[in-house]
């Protein structure tokens, strides 16, 4: 049931902090502070190359995933929504894997791009939240989530879980392949294992998420913005809010404004962006600079460090606790979702069951 919670959306986003920390328990050893994989169908010490594919926030997660994999342990790496990879007559490296993430394991799409890879002799790894899912039981092996039910349409918990496997996934393969040292590695796990925390206390207080669900309820259309593993986060916002709210919104890489969608910034235009400090930081908030100096209202997610610069321009700035900027994607997932629930509250549209949405689209 709900419990004390008005939807079920509500109680599973304020499921993050234990589901994560459930998920990191299972795959960081604390002794070694290591990543502990399960037993893999494939040696990531030498295989050639992942494909990653999934569809909509799963997709998203497999996004992150990809620059997490091939920024720490080195593994080129290609990803595709699966309803245009199962078409698409990849070309596929012999001995190569493939990952597909999904909270559900039935999503029609995504089972056959798995069934197609597979038939061509790849090597298939799922990333799933149900263990006896269709892709769990097709897969030559699973790694779980440890999110349980998850019954709000809009992914909340499970995307989050999907990142903290994939994190793991990444510290793993990394040392596999001889990329990644161990005080490094203990280092990462570290940032990792204090997530769970951060994500309770964000979640404690969600005012400031809500003042800015309240000019975004008046917008028509909404952009996110961010760059590296904050870009699918960008997309991942504009995602949860168009499903939710119904309000149309666009996720883009911040250094692609430029080349197109900075035409459609003016005041009336929202744009949420994802920013915290780290090696893309000076980057990015020149991006943002660019739309404000056009008159686009900047509303900034960023760190205690990242606030002060931000500040000079943009109308909002929201402060998340200052984290190492590899963790930083998973964190800042908990923002945007929490803004496209408040949001669709303000709206009074159906949370749990937006219109036209089925949980497991099992059609093609
Ligand atoms: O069950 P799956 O993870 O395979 O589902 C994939 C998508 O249908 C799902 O993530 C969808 O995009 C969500 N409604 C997003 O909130």
């Not at 004390?4 to 234990?18: T, V």
């Not at 440890?146 to 499970?158: D, H, L, M, Q, R």
């Not at 962006?273 to 090696?279: D, K």
């Amino acid at each position: 049931g709900k419990g004390n919670y008005r939807h079920f959306m509500e109680k599973e986003l304020h499921e993050h902090p234990i589901v994560l920390g459930d998920t990191l328990r299972q795959y960081i050893d604390p002794a070694s502070r290591a990543a502990a994989l399960p037993a893999l169908p494939f040696d990531p010490a030498t295989v050639p190359r992942l494909t990653m594919s999934a569809c909509g926030s799963a997709y998203l997660a497999a996004q992150v995933g990809r620059y997490w994999i091939e920024q720490i342990a080195r593994i080129p790496v290609d990803s595709d929504i699966a309803s245009e990879l199962r078409y698409r007559e990849p070309v596929l490296p012999e001995g190569g894997a493939a990952l597909f993430v999904s909270q559900s394991g039935e999503t029609a799409d995504t089972l056959a791009a798995l069934r197609l890879l597979r038939s061509l002799g790849q090597k298939v790894l799922s990333i799933v939240n149900v263990d006896e899912s269709s892709m769990a039981r097709e897969s030559d092996g699973a790694v779980l989530t440890v999110a349980g039910p998850e019954i709000g349409v809009a992914s909340t918990k499970a995307f989050t879980a999907q990142l903290a496997v994939l994190a793991c996934l990444a510290l793993g393969f990394g040392r596999a392949r001889g990329v990644l040292d161990g005080a490094e590695e203990a280092r990462l796990t570290a940032a990792l294992l204090e997530v769970p925390g951060h994500a309770a206390a964000l979640l404690e207080d969600s005012t400031e998420v809500l003042e800015l669900a309240r000019e975004v309820v008046q917008a028509r259309d909404v952009l996110f913005l961010g760059r590296g593993s904050l870009y699918p986060i960008a997309l991942e916002g504009a995602l949860k809010l168009k499903e939710l709210s119904y309000i149309h919104a666009e996720g883009y890489a911040a250094g692609e404004m430029k080349h197109g969608p900075i035409a459609l910034i003016d005041a009336s235009v929202p744009v949420i962006a994802l920013c915290p400090s780290g090696p893309l930081f000076e980057k990015t908030a020149s991006n943002l600079q660019e739309a404000a100096a056009r008159g686009g209202r900047i509303m900034a997610f960023t760190d205690a460090e990242g606030a002060p610069a931000l500040r000079r321009f943009a109308e909002r700035v929201v402060v998340l606790p200052t984290v190492d900027p590899f963790v930083a994607p998973i964190l800042h997932a908990i923002p945007v979702q929490l803004l496209a629930y408040h949001v669709a509250i303000l709206k009074g549209t159906d949370v749990d069951q937006p219109r036209n949405l089925a949980k497991a689209v099992t059609v093609e």
